[in-house]
Every structure is written in C-alpha cells, then in structure tokens.
C-alpha cells in the first residue's frame, strides 16, 4: 500500500495479528464517524456497522459493541457488567481508556483492558464493519472473530 497508515490503524492492526486474526482496514475519505455514515460509506447494512460505545458502570469503564440498527439499554449494560448505575463518559475519558477519540474506536487494541460486553445482532451476519482507530479506517471481519479478539461477553444490550 502506498499511503502510510495512520498510527492507530497500526496498534489495531497489530492487535489483531497478535491475536491470529488478519484484518484488512480500507480508508473511507467520505467519514465513518457514525453508523449511519459508515453504513452508506462503506456500502452495508446498519445493523453490520460495529458501534463501539464507552461507558461507565458504577467507576468502570467499560465497552459495549452494539449493531448499528440498535440502541444500548443502559440498565442491560449494567445489569451484564454486575453493576448498579450506568453513564456516558466525557471525549477525554473514551481516549484516556482506549487510546482512540470517539467515532474511531475500535473493538480491541486499547490503552487500558476493558470489559467488554456484545450486542448478539451483531452475530447474524457474515461479516460486521468496526472502526480501525481513525474516524475514516475501518475493517470487515466475521463478528466471531471480533468477540473473540475483544475478550467479549455476549449478552443482550437491545433497547426495545
């Protein structure tokens, strides 16, 4: 590839290979900051599109994978992590816990050992799309794959 990619698309990358997974990110100019964006960037369904959310579960943060097409039940967040309060955390905390600012977050290769908890949806496709680190690098790759190289929890997440 002749373009240098970007530092944080390199630790994704490098996570996934040291986990034995190989990815393939692909640079979409367009933006992929939402899922809507990504979704119509990258030519998917919605609900294919890995939303990585950070929140915090009584202190700890913690990361959520949601479909695309779903909304996070916070009290189910909760409730999966063995905790009483859930809440959103401020740009500063996602990037302190993660590394990576909000709308590149991927599902693994962060600062710190996170938690983290999966929307099953997630897990009726062939292939899901998450941020590589960079709110326009993303990667396809079989959502097993992704639970097993985040260290997820499946567990329902659905807002109904």
């Not at 990358?13 to 990258?42: M, V, W």
């Not at 609900?47 to 959520?64: H, M, P, R, Y």
């Not at 990576?100 to 991927?106: L, N, R, S, Y």
Request: charged share 20%.
């Amino acid at each position: 590839m002749s373009e240098q990619l970007h530092p944080n698309v390199v630790k994704v990358t490098a996570a996934a290979a040291a986990a034995g997974l190989s990815i393939e990110t692909r640079k979409f100019p367009e933006g992929t900051k939402t899922a809507l964006d990504a979704a119509n960037a990258i030519g998917v369904t919605l609900g294919q599109i890995v939303k990585s959310l950070i929140f915090a579960v009584d202190g700890e943060v913690v990361l959520a994978l949601v479909s695309g097409s779903n909304q996070l039940d916070e009290k189910k967040l909760a409730l999966a992590a063995g905790g009483n309060m859930c809440a959103r955390v401020d740009a500063d905390i996602v990037r302190q816990a993660t590394g990576f600012a909000i709308g590149g977050v991927p599902p693994f290769g962060h600062a710190t050992q996170l938690r983290v908890f999966v929307d099953p949806d997630l897990l009726q496709y062939d292939e899901v799309w998450a941020a590589a680190g960079t709110w326009n690098d993303n990667f396809g790759a079989d959502p097993n794959d992704i639970v097993r190289v985040a260290g997820g929890v499946v567990t329902d997440l659905k807002r109904m």
